[in-house]
């Protein structure tokens, strides 16, 4: 089956690769320039040309013009909080078993890297719920969301971005997975696990071998099997 790409529109994001692999990301926006140490480039000389292609800039420098793939956004959007890098996502959606079709709980959006391959998992017949402590990662998340999604046809309404404490408990329930980035899950698990369906998976992300220590005893004392723990180590060659 062959299919054809749409040509680039104004308003979604592209990749701009110099000769030595640099990566800029920017937003096309008819009437604006991009500028770098290589020169200029009109973006209506990107708008309504294809993938692969390439433009000169004022200095005569050559980029290569592409979409960017999620992890291409993950690595490049803005920071509220530490995003978590696409080796570790990859692993998170493969553990956790993220199907499509499946409700989706997310404590500690942070700046939201790990909620939209979440999302993009669970598909639209699924639904992503995810939970941040602090206004001001909060905001940022939904920027970087809404930036990714600009383009796209906007964010989809089965993606939920919450201010709240989960310590407490959440409103969700008959839940199929739960995601806790958080720096002591232990102390959400008893709130909010008894909201998981029987068979659901619990998926906690910490840097230390201390955090996985008390997360795992809480884990057991309430009821959980089958617990793994994982280190994820990426070599580029």
Known sequence: ????????????RVLLIDSRE?????????GKQFHSHMGIVEHDA?????????????????LIVF????????LKMKRGAQVIYPKDVGQILVGADIFPGAFVVEAGTGSGAL???????AGDGGRVVSYELREDHHAQALENIDAW???????????????????????EDGVDRMILDLPEPWAAIPATTDSLLPGGI????LPTIP????????????????????EVLLRTW
Do not use: W
């Not at 990566?23 to 008819?30: I, W």
């Not at 990107?46 to 050559?62: F, L, P, Q």
């Open 46 to 62: 990107i708008i309504g040309g294809d993938e692969g292609s390439y433009v000169r800039t004022t200095k005569g420098g050559r």
């Open 115 to 121: 909620t939209l391959a979440l999302a993009r998992a």
């Open 202 to 205: 619990l998926c906690c992300y």
């Open 211 to 230: 955090q996985v220590s008390q997360t795992v005893e809480m884990m057991r004392r309430h009821g959980f099997d089958f617990i793994e723990t994982l």
């Open 22 to 30: 640099r990566r800029y990301l920017v937003t096309l926006r008819s």
């Open 149 to 171: 999604y600009e383009g796209l046809g906007g964010k989809p309404e089965n993606l939920e971005l919450k201010v709240g404490d989960v310590f407490g408990g959440i409103e």
């Open 67 to 74: 979409r960017p793939s999620l992890s291409d956004y993950q």
């Open 1 to 12: 089956m062959t299919t054809t790409r749409k040509p680039l529109v104004a308003g979604e």
